[in-house]
């Protein structure tokens, strides 16, 4: 069975500091990954994914994520957090061409302090 | 264009009483999905339409959940009888037609509907 694990639960950091939030996942196949946020307040929303390609993928607002397949991990990273990141991360997975379920992990909450 | 929308925000019911969802996806999108997030834990997959179609229902805790899909637009997720351990928050998200191109398309959530079975 497919499984997504997040192995940072709570971050806290200052403005300015780096961000790496891990995601391992657990699949023999081949799959498409994504990170989601969700702000205080508002819904899910993504962040970046990947498909195929290149496998450093970047997204909005500054973030990305690199998909290193021998380690079955797609971390997301930011070199200098806002304070306006401060948000709920996700990482998902599907299992490519075979189904359009997410399977997602546990969340990262993200506070970064002025 | 307008989200993913989701009715209610909050709902506050007795155990073994009735609840319905209710999820508008985005205009066009065939692809309709629910997901549940129990306090704490991961969002998980309940089901996916395709148009008015159970493409996958395999994350259907049991048959105390009915999803209904009629024509093709708005879904309904009906909880009856509600019990303890349902509460949560239930998600829905909607994505286009997967272009042939493509294996899989993003998909817009909605905010979500908070449950609490007291």
């Known amino acids: 069975a497919q499984s997504v694990s997040q192995h940072n639960h709570h971050v806290i950091l200052s403005e300015a500091a780096s961000l790496e939030l891990g995601c391992n996942y657990s699949?023999?196949?081949?799959?498409?990954l994504f990170w989601y946020v969700q702000y205080p307040g508002q819904h899910l929303q993504l962040l970046l994914k990947?498909?195929?390609?290149?496998?450093l993928v970047k997204g909005i607002k500054g973030f990305e994520a690199e998909f290193i397949k021998s380690k079955f991990s797609f971390n997301l990273r930011k070199p200098s957090v806002q304070w306006s990141d401060t948000a709920e991360y996700f990482c998902a997975v599907n299992a490519r061409w075979n189904t359009d379920k997410l399977i997602f992990g546990t969340g990262t909450r993200l506070q970064v302090f002025p | 264009e307008a989200g993913v929308t989701q009715f209610p925000s909050h709902s506050v019911i007795e155990k073994g009483q009735t609840v319905t969802l209710r999820c508008d996806p985005i205009?066009?999108?065939?692809?309709l999905y629910w997901y549940r997030r129990v306090m704490g834990k991961e969002i998980k997959f309940l089901l996916h339409?395709?148009?008015?179609?159970?493409?996958?229902e395999s994350g259907m805790p049991n048959n105390r959940f009915l999803a209904e899909r009629t024509g093709g637009t708005y879904s309904t997720l009906k909880v009856q009888p509600a019990e303890l351990e349902d509460s949560g928050v239930y998600f829905c998200?909607?994505?286009?037609?997967?272009?042939?191109?493509?294996?899989?398309?993003?998909?817009?959530f909605g905010p979500g509907t908070r449950l609490t079975v007291l």
């Open positions: 699949y023999g196949g081949t799959v498409n």
């Open positions: 339409f395709v148009k008015e179609s159970k493409q996958d």
């Open positions: 990947y498909f195929s390609g290149d496998p």
């Open positions: 205009s066009g999108h065939d692809n």
């Open positions: 998200a909607s994505s286009q037609e997967r272009p042939a191109s493509l294996s899989t398309d993003e998909q817009f």
